[in-house]
């Protein structure tokens, strides 16, 4: 079946950029996308791509995608205390509706 | 955007008994509702898709007697906690698909909007 796969656990210093790596093995997958959780919060999409691209950058954020190696990224340029957060690497098939979420990688920032 | 709210945010109740979560989409229409359970540290696990006018499609391993979902209009969809035990503690969130994205058969990227999630904690 399919499978979306995270590191747990990211740690930066305030102003370096953060890169949250993820992988997948649905060979299908049409979108993929990078949700981000606050403490108690809902999911907010972030950004997404299509799996016809390689890179898509919005702002602070830019992802690159692999397509042949499975292997999704989300980089955050000069990351702040507010990007403090458990980000949710995701992926969905053209044809379903169901969107397939890997364990999240918390992010912290140090001072 | 799109706005999916969830009802109650928190709730705290005693063993053995039912709790309701109401999910709305409060400005658009949402055929398709999706239920996610989330643990601590842990990813969104769904639960349920939930069909306005038909019966919810339940992922495996979800007990469909003990989590009843309704689905009543284009608004709105239930989830109901039937029996509630201390493992049942954890947080759920919902998703709401906007009709206006996707043709029929087909889907779009950002076809889902997703609630803020409610904490039941059962003692």
């Known amino acids: 079946g399919e499978d979306v796969e995270q590191s747990l656990f990211l740690s930066v210093r305030e102003g370096d950029s953060s890169v949250i790596n993820c992988t997948y093995t649905?060979?299908?997958?049409?979108?993929l996308y990078w949700y981000k959780q606050e403490p108690g919060a809902g999911l907010q999409l972030l950004t997404y791509i299509f799996s016809n691209m390689d890179m898509k950058q919005d702002q602070r954020l830019t992802v690159l995608l692999n397509k042949k190696d499975k292997h999704l990224s989300l980089r955050i340029a000069d990351t702040q205390t507010g990007d403090s957060a458990i980000y949710f690497c995701?992926?969905?098939?053209?044809?379903?509706?169901?969107?397939?979420f890997g364990s999240g990688t918390r992010l912290s920032i140090r001072p | 955007g799109a706005v999916v709210s969830q009802h109650p945010s928190r709730v705290i109740c005693k063993s053995g008994t039912s709790v309701k979560i109401e999910c709305r989409s409060l400005?658009?229409?949402?055929?398709?509702m999706f239920w996610y359970r989330q643990f601590p540290k842990q990813s969104l696990m769904l639960m349920a898709t939930?069909?306005?006018?038909?019966?919810?499609?339940?992922e495996q391993g979800v007990e469909k007697d003990k989590f009843l979902i309704n689905h009543a209009s284009l608004t709105l969809s239930t989830l109901t906690v039937t029996s509630a035990h201390p493992e049942d503690s954890s947080f759920y969130i919902c998703?709401?698909?906007?009709?206006?994205?996707?043709?029929?058969?087909?889907?779009?990227?950002?076809?889902?909007?997703f609630g803020p999630g409610t904490r039941l904690t059962v003692l």
């Open positions: 400005d658009f229409q949402a055929t398709t």
């Open positions: 649905d060979s299908s997958s049409t979108y």
């Open positions: 939930s069909n306005e006018g038909s019966k919810a499609t339940y």
């Open positions: 998703s709401a698909r906007d009709t206006r994205y996707g043709l029929a058969g087909q889907s779009s990227y950002n076809e889902q909007f």
């Open positions: 995701a992926e969905k098939e053209s044809s379903a509706s169901k969107i397939i």
